[in-house]
């Protein structure tokens, strides 16, 4: 039966974190609210746009303007800072050509998700499912089964690639495998005290473990 492989995009495909702080703290001065630095942002990014801004100002009073101006701010400025992780597109390589099937599972909104991923990865996945498609964001594990469920596979041989505790939930409640790296969003303590069993700290050695799997 065909393997899955399903990547988080944020701090796991590509390092969007400079350009996710400079829409964030646009949307936030232009609201009045007090800019954030890189290592806030970090720690607050993972279940999604709308809820990043509001933890950043601690209200949702202003959130659907926010939201509305952090996207068109950050839609126009996406790939500014942003850059894939060094040997991530050799991996995605490597693993097409041993036939896996390829997905990408996103809390990110979908419209700027399938910008960078059309951009940096065209023609490599199979599915890729953002925020405001119609689906229920990570950790909700429906989107993991849609992509079992299309490709014709199984849990054993679905494997879930992430850098957050969100991450980790999502992968607890869809029951498949889960690998997390800490070269991303969340240093290896994190992932540890989240319950991360498998954490790798770089691309090389998630290719070694995927590649063997």
Known sequence: ????????????????????????????????????????????????????????CNTDKYIDSMFKCFIDYYNKNIN???????????????????GYALCVISNKNYVPLNILVDYYFKDIFDIVIGDGE????KPNPDSILYCINKLNSNLSNTYYIGDS?????TVNNAKCNGVFVSYGFRDKEKLVEAGAKIILDSVDALTNYLLNV
Do not use: C, H, Q, W
Not at 17 to 25: S, V
Not at 80 to 98: G, Q
Not at 165 to 169: G, L
């Open 165 to 169: 505790d969100i991450d980790i939930k």
């Open 1 to 56: 039966m065909r393997k899955i492989i399903i990547f988080d995009l944020d701090g796991t495909l590509l390092d969007t974190l400079k350009d996710l702080n400079e829409a964030l703290n646009y949307t936030l001065a232009e609201f009045n609210f007090a800019k954030i630095s890189l290592d806030k942002t970090r720690a607050l990014v993972g279940n999604g746009i709308r809820k990043l801004i509001i933890d950043a």
């Open 134 to 137: 119609g689906y229920l964001k």
């Open 80 to 98: 500014v800072y942003t850059k894939p992780y060094d040997n991530i597109k050799e991996l995605l390589y490597k693993l097409k050509d041993k």
